[in-house]
């Protein structure tokens, strides 16, 4: 378990001092396979063999190269470092808020959409701005960070590359089309399933970061089911977050922006603590 602790600092440490090679985590390759085998009908008349062939096939195959390069123990800190930096989302959270934050200030709109949609993680530029912003800055990456180290702490780097490829599965183009339906709501229903409980976790830590009473609140109510579950789960981190940073719903500018990076930098800070602090008394045992 410390060995998994030195993985995770090194690979934070790699993303503040290596910011120009985070176009590697777009994983242009894996889009191309995917749409390879998605075109040549994989999935189609079995969803679950497709997914299987996905996602869990190609992060089992990362957790044996790892195992025959990391001969001794010692040596797997540098290989987990380097699969958890390329599992990272594909920008830098404190690069995409900086980026938000200069194109409000810009006054340009057009500026500030494009941001605000990076930020969110969507291409669709369309909507309200506002709660794109905040769909990104406390729901999607930190999401994201949360869910990946949680289960890499919990069940390894195989558990990690397989979260991160549902969500490239999610976002491949092809899987719009109606023929890939089934394995679609599979991977829709497998990510509920996998933020399910980092994202409650998130909230907990935004409430304790912030505004507690009403950074507190999201957590409690029923899910919906299936592919809806992660949405749900998105919409409450949402409104956890500018409950918690007293940010109204549809309050949008740069003080807003600021007082909710703050918000976020501190929950998530707050949870790696404990991760850490987990996995040290995990060690020691």
């Not at 969803?47 to 089992?60: F, K, Q």
């Not at 899987?175 to 599979?186: C, T, V, Y």
């Given at each position: ?57 190609p992060a089992l195959i990362v957790v044996m190269v790892i195992g025959v390069f990391g001969i001794f123990d010692p040596l797997k800190i540098p290989l987990w470092a380097l699969v958890l930096y390329f599992c990272l989302p594909e920008e830098s959270l404190s690069k995409a808020v900086g980026a938000l934050r200069g194109a409000v200030a810009s006054g340009k709109p057009e500026e500030v959409t494009v941001a605000a949609a990076a ?167």
């Amino acid at each position: 378990m410390i060995y998994k602790l030195l993985s995770m600092a090194l690979t934070l440490w790699a993303d503040r001092q290596f910011p120009d090679y985070i176009d590697l985590r777009r994983f242009t390759l894996y889009g191309v396979f995917a749409r390879l085998m998605l075109s040549l009908g994989v999935g189609r008349q079995n969803g679950i063999i497709g997914y299987v062939l996905l996602t869990a096939l190609p992060a089992l195959i990362v957790v044996m190269v790892i195992g025959v390069f990391g001969i001794f123990d010692p040596l797997k800190i540098p290989l987990w470092a380097l699969v958890l930096y390329f599992c990272l989302p594909e920008e830098s959270l404190s690069k995409a808020v900086g980026a938000l934050r200069g194109a409000v200030a810009s006054g340009k709109p057009e500026e500030v959409t494009v941001a605000a949609a990076a930020l969110a993680g969507q291409e669709n530029l369309q909507g309200d701005v506002s709660a794109m912003a905040q769909r990104g800055l406390f729901a999607v990456q930190p999401l994201q960070l949360v869910s990946l180290f949680f289960w890499f702490l919990l069940l390894g780097i195989g558990a990690a590359v397989f979260y991160r490829l549902n969500l490239e599965l999610l976002r491949t183009p092809v899987l719009e089309g109606s023929k890939q339906a089934f394995l679609r709501a599979r991977v829709q229903q497998v990510l509920g399933i996998l933020e399910w409980l980092p994202a409650r976790l998130l909230i907990i830590a935004y409430a304790l970061a912030g505004q507690f009473n009403a950074g507190i609140r999201p957590l409690f109510g029923s899910s919906p089911d299936g592919g809806a579950m992660r949405e749900g789960l998105l919409s409450r981190l949402q409104r956890a977050g500018t409950g918690a940073a007293g940010i109204a719903g549809a309050e949008f500018g740069d003080q807003a922006v600021a007082d909710g990076w703050r918000l976020v930098s501190r929950a998530l800070i707050g949870l790696l603590i404990v991760f850490g602090v987990l996995a040290l008394m995990q060690g020691f045992k």
